[in-house]
């Protein structure tokens, strides 16, 4: 079974830019498709964008398409998110999860990380 730890979250402001980064260990991150999640305190996790295991095929959520871009390198095991443009409104905690199919459903999801907190001051 896959292990997945992220980093590089932190405090940005708005108009700033973040690169997330997702790496996996346990098995090779092409057995998975990948996608990033996240959730803000009082709301419900939210799928931000996902891609399939060789990367051709990416979905992103209306709120974060243009701004966000999702990408992997399968020989260094990792994931990652590129955030440009960000709002305030993009505070969260992020998650990076495997999963068999590239959809933003997280219940396709079966092998979390523990996140890693976003903050975006205006």
């Known amino acids: 079974q896959v292990q997945v730890v992220e980093s590089g979250g932190g405090l940005v402001q708005a108009g700033g830019s973040l690169r997330l980064s997702c790496t996996a260990s346990g098995s090779t991150l092409d057995d998975y498709a990948m996608g990033w999640f996240r959730q803000a305190p009082g709301k419900e996790r939210e799928g931000v964008s996902c891609?399939?295991?060789?990367?051709?095929?990416?979905l992103y959520a209306a709120s974060v398409k243009g701004r966000f871009t999702i990408s992997r390198d399968n020989a260094k095991n990792t994931l990652y998110l590129q955030m440009n443009s960000l709002k305030p409104e993009d505070t969260a905690m992020y998650y990076c999860?495997?999963?068999?199919?590239?959809?933003?459903?997280?219940?396709?999801?079966?092998?979390w990380g523990q996140g890693t907190q976003v903050t975006v001051s205006s």
């Open positions: 999860a495997a999963g068999t199919w590239t959809t933003l459903e997280s219940v396709k999801y079966n092998a």
């Open positions: 891609i399939s295991r060789r990367g051709s095929t990416t």
